[in-house]
């Protein structure tokens, strides 16, 4: 098997495609992975290119339209270690079929892809909802927060134009990564490792009414916790103040 | 009395509500401005009963002049009285939106003093949330009935949704149980607000008013109307007023009084009546094809597989060359399925595999399909088939109604 080894990011997979697509046709997986390739494979080391990157991007939008892409884009921001090997097999279909290849529901191409794309995205919402701000003493609203995916920048533009008077900053604690955004304009941070913040004198009381808020909307006599835990699953709650 | 404990008593009496949908609007950025609005909406926690909270949902006040019997608020119960100013109101709105805590207010009120004073406190709170306090996430207000179509009309021009609830589905109860509120004084705002709405349409696309549309409430079981008569309503509200959504709530005893039952609905009719609902707005049917005006709905089978079963002559359907508007009519295959065999099907012919694929679940579909020409059913007559879904339902476990999260509540609603 012929397997196009590249770095780690987005563009790297996308000069893979490029190389699949004109000198190494006969490549059959596409992985960042450097422990993937066996005794009986041939490797290829793929160098990152910003411009052939580039052309295959415009190569698929021209394709398939902007909406294939920024999915394959998205697709991409997920931890799923088998996610090259997905969007390797689905970006050769777009490229074949163009975009005829988003209704191909039954090929299994797709339905792949559809599943991954799908838990990015809908993580991506979830956190949309269950992020929480706390108001800084100097007035920032601050999020810590860590997804399975590398959904940060899928964030941003959402509360970009929700709090576009407002200065706050989205903290991915588990991959260190740190957007201020200071009402004007953004600032990509690598966050460190340690930190510390302090908050507004009012941050306790908002916090306050909004734990007594959430368990006087729910009606006693209901209670069912396990279809709470359906919806907003444990792992979403430690940086929810009202649990 | 501190603010903590009359946010306290006042989401008390909101929470019967049954609406916390923060969808159907699409408000964009503006400089300067806090806050935005998407079409799907976005829940933002959920309680311990397991419902979702996307809006801060709350009355104004709970001090109530009327008296209707199926109502905790109703003047004559005793229970701790209190109400928040606008300001108040604003503050606690933006405190808590800035924190992403929530996607928006859904504002509600008793009706203190009047209608008309009533209305006005709301439409005066909204007006300075939105305009003092540049909110623009979104905005669901309930209208009171008996205030003056002009006070509505105004306080709607700030909000994405309002709802006026017609609490009881005939005249006939309202009047037994809901005495003060008027039949006309629930239909004249909302005949007012649909023809607003479609004019802003047709006037200003861009521009729409009340762009969540209007949406209204009532409970089931707290007077005999039966399901075909409550199926017509909605029918017509749907048509004649064009409603965006109807929500029922089962009715639960909270005070006992001869007029109303002593025991509560089954729960299963809310839902039922949730499923012709969706059937209504999403799926092509008119409520005189799902049951006679002196029925109820099966409690024991779904509603579009009771009525695949009872019109099952126009079944079995080919999965690969019936019309979209058909395969929306087969049990088990919803919106998105349809859409995506028509879809599927332009690439090739489907078959079994390939629907399991696509995610195509075929317990129930089975029975009113041919795929590739081939019937999979266990059984091929109505009253077999009707038997074998019947008896699925009985051997799963015992449903769990509670999971619906759209629209859970069967309880009753607590406003005005």
Not at chain 1, 67 to 87: F, N, P, R
Request: proline share 4%.
């Amino acid at each position: 098997m012929k397997i196009l080894l590249i770095e780690p990011c987005f563009a790297g997979f996308l000069t893979a495609i490029y190389h699949a697509h004109y000198s190494h046709k006969d490549a059959d997986i596409i992985t960042s992975d450097l422990n993937a390739p066996s005794f009986l494979d041939i490797q290829v080391e793929i160098t990152t290119d910003t411009v052939l990157a580039a052309r295959v991007r415009s190569g698929i939008i021209k394709r398939a339209g902007t909406v294939i892409y920024s999915d394959i884009a998205h697709a991409y921001l997920s931890c799923q270690d088998t996610k090259e090997k997905i969007l390797f097999a689905y970006t050769k279909l777009v490229l074949l079929h163009g975009r005829a290849a988003y209704g191909m529901y039954q090929m299994n191409e797709v339905k792949e892809f559809n599943d991954l794309l799908q838990k990015v995205r809908g993580e991506a919402h979830r956190f949309k909802g269950f992020l929480r701000f706390k108001e800084l003493k100097n007035g920032i609203y601050y999020s810590a927060f860590s997804g399975d995916n590398d959904i940060i920048e899928l964030l941003l533009p959402h509360f970009r134009a929700r709090m576009n008077a407002e200065k706050f900053v989205l903290h991915d604690i588990k991959r260190h990564k740190l957007i201020y955004y200071d009402s004007q304009i953004c600032h990509y941070l690598i966050a460190p490792e340690e930190y510390s913040v302090t908050l507004s004198d009012e941050e306790a009381f908002f916090s306050a009414l909004w734990k007594d808020y959430h368990k006087n909307i729910a009606v006693e006599g209901r209670l069912n916790t396990d279809l709470q835990r359906q919806c907003l699953p444990k792992k979403y709650r430690w940086f929810m103040n009202e649990f | 009395m501190d603010i903590g404990e009359r946010i306290k008593i006042l989401t008390e009496g909101a929470k019967y509500d049954v609406s916390c949908s923060s969808s159907g609007s699409r408000t964009t950025a503006k400089r300067g401005y806090l806050g935005s609005a998407a079409p799907h909406g976005v829940c933002h926690s959920f309680t311990a009963d397991g419902r979702c909270i996307s809006l801060l949902k709350i009355l104004l006040s709970n001090k109530c002049v009327y008296d209707c019997l199926y109502c905790i608020n109703r003047r004559t119960e005793s229970i701790p009285r209190a109400s928040l100013t606008p300001k108040e109101l604003c503050e606690l709105v933006i405190g808590f939106y800035k924190r992403n805590y929530i996607e928006g207010l859904f504002l509600s009120s008793a009706v203190e003093v009047s209608p008309n004073r009533t209305m006005e406190t709301l439409a005066q709170t909204v007006q300075m949330l939105r305009t003092e306090y540049k909110f623009r996430g979104y905005i669901h207000l309930k209208g009171i009935p008996g205030a003056d179509n002009e006070l509505i009309d105004y306080a709607s021009r700030w909000v994405d949704r309002i709802s006026l609830n017609i609490e009881l589905p005939s005249e006939k109860s309202l009047l037994l149980l809901a005495p003060q509120k008027k039949k006309e004084a629930i239909l004249s705002p909302m005949r007012m607000l649909s023809q607003t709405y479609i004019a802003s349409q047709i006037e200003r696309p861009k521009i729409i008013k009340i762009p969540a549309g209007q949406t209204t409430q009532m409970i089931v079981g707290a007077s005999p109307e039966t399901d075909g008569q409550i199926m017509r309503l909605t029918q017509g509200l749907y048509d004649h007023y064009r409603l965006k959504r109807v929500y029922y709530s089962a009715y639960s005893p909270v005070t006992t009084n001869s007029l109303l039952p002593a025991v509560p609905p089954d729960l299963r009719r809310e839902h039922r009546l949730y499923e012709a609902d969706w059937l209504l707005r999403f799926y092509g049917y008119k409520a005189e094809e799902l049951l006679p005006i002196n029925r109820n709905l099966s409690l024991d089978l779904d509603v579009k597989s009771d009525w695949a079963i009872n019109n099952f002559n126009m079944f079995p359907l080919e999965i690969n060359t019936a019309p979209y508007e058909l395969l929306l009519r087969v049990p088990g295959i919803g919106v998105r399925n349809a859409y995506r065999i028509t879809e599927a099907r332009k690439h090739g012919r489907l078959d079994r595999d390939a629907l399991k694929k696509m995610r195509v679940v075929l317990k129930r579909a089975e029975y009113f399909v041919t795929i590739n020409g081939k019937f999979f059913g266990a059984a091929d007559t109505p009253h077999k088939i009707r038997n074998s879904l019947m008896g699925k339902s009985l051997s799963a476990p015992p449903p769990k109604y509670k999971q619906l999260g759209f629209f859970d509540e069967p309880l009753i609603t607590g406003e005005f």
